[in-house]
């Protein structure tokens, strides 16, 4: 199997890598700008390492190409997301998994709910819905970064649990859930 990690230096594409690393024997894709001197291998003969943006196609294309899944660490960018989809569909890559935050559906209740809404702001939350290719794509699942204890001691969000909405059936992932990994 071959993954290709778009956003490969994100917070959540490190953690993703790493359980992928550690549970599957697929082949890894890391994608990043300056990805060669952002990012460093553990398994050079399971990981490559790709410089590029998400607008560059003819650079998507080659990455993309004989892939069975993309994971993207962010939808915040709609014309590079648009263009992911659209080389998606011309490599016939049919499966997306996106890591988005907690409650961009609206579907977190009572006051967290709230309070999560106020954290994300109502222009981050139509942002990522309308960048958010779903209806293009076959086979899709969203990564709902979720917050227990709510921030670290940095200040910035925990991302240690994720939930999942959409389970793909179209390839088998790993026997044990990625999310109870990290």
């Avoid at 953690?15 to 690393?21: G, T």
């Avoid at 994608?31 to 003819?58: C, H, K, M, W």
């Avoid at 977190?108 to 981050?124: H, I, R």
Wanted: proline residues 5%; aromatic residues 6%.
């Amino acid at each position: 199997m071959k993954i290709v990690i778009l956003g490969a230096a994100g917070q959540v594409a490190q953690k993703v890598i790493k359980a992928l690393l550690n549970q599957t024997d697929a082949q890894l894709v890391l994608y990043a700008r300056d990805a060669s001197t952002r990012l460093q291998t553990t398994d050079p003969r399971r990981e490559q390492l790709v410089d590029g943006d998400f607008e560059n196609i003819a650079q998507l294309e080659k990455a993309l190409n004989g892939a069975d899944w993309v994971f993207i660490d962010s939808v915040e960018d709609k014309k590079g997301m648009q263009t992911i989809v659209r080389t998606m569909n011309a490599t016939g890559v049919k499966q997306l998994i996106v890591a988005t935050s907690l409650g961009i559906y609206g579907e977190v209740p009572g006051k967290f709910g709230e309070w999560n809404q106020q954290m994300l702001g109502d222009v981050t939350l139509n942002q990522m819905a309308e960048t958010l290719p779903f209806s293009k794509t076959p086979v899709s699942t969203t990564l709902s970064c979720a917050w227990p204890g709510c921030m670290t001691r940095k200040g910035t969000p925990n991302t240690s649990l994720l939930s999942v909405t959409n389970p793909s059936k179209a390839h088998k992932l790993p026997a044990k859930p990625l999310h109870n990994s990290f």
